[in-house]
């Protein structure tokens, strides 16, 4: 990092459900906050989704899981305004309000291949260039396959480097090459509902504190538990 943003806020954003938060979330922050030299990342549960299907724990859950995942990592924040909000969760809305908080920040918004390939879909997402820059961790069993609208974004603003990244504001893609591991909050809901309890479980699918959460208000035992 060069003398003139050495005093700069690199600040990465997560969005998502969090239904549960699992190990997998954890090491895309703690990998992110190493190799891409953050300060700090900021975990945003998702309120009221716009293009996900069906929520199975309610916010109260998910919030409460998180803090007990991240409890013990001073960089990672959870960041509760979409679950406190009656509005749709537009990521762009987050991050205007983010950057109106704390204008001098850099943002680093990070997503999963497979949330990229969608990325086009999201609401005003060019307006989300103007704000952040998008940082893409390999997932293991998706693969980068954008729309024609979305490659020609990816080629135009893609950089190879951290350092090149930094060299900008915003609006640049950098795609990782982290080792991800392979689990999804899908099955670790799963999990719950074929072994109907996850501490035998840990800490291969989720933190032991939000394992025990989860069978003592016996969460995800049925396919809608809100």
Known sequence: MNESTASVLHLGLMGGMFDPVHQGHL????????NLQLDAIRLIPCGNPVHR???FASAQHRLAMLRLAVESYSDIGI????????EPSFTLT???KIKQEQPDARLFFIMGQDAFNNFHTWH???DIFLLTHIIVAARPGYQLNPVKELETELKKRMVPSVEKLKQTEY????????DLLDISSSMVR????GHKSLAGLVPELVPEKVAHYIDTHKLY???ADI
């Open 190 to 193: 799963e999990t719950v509902l």
């Open 94 to 96: 987050s991050l205007q």
């Open 79 to 86: 960041d509760d305004r979409e679950l406190n909000s009656d």
């Open 221 to 223: 035992a049925r396919e």
């Open 124 to 126: 005003r997402w060019h």
């Open 171 to 178: 609006g640049k893609i950098f795609i990782t090459e982290y």
């Open 27 to 34: 090491k895309i922050a703690l990998t992110s906050l190493e």
């Open 53 to 55: 299907g069906e929520v």
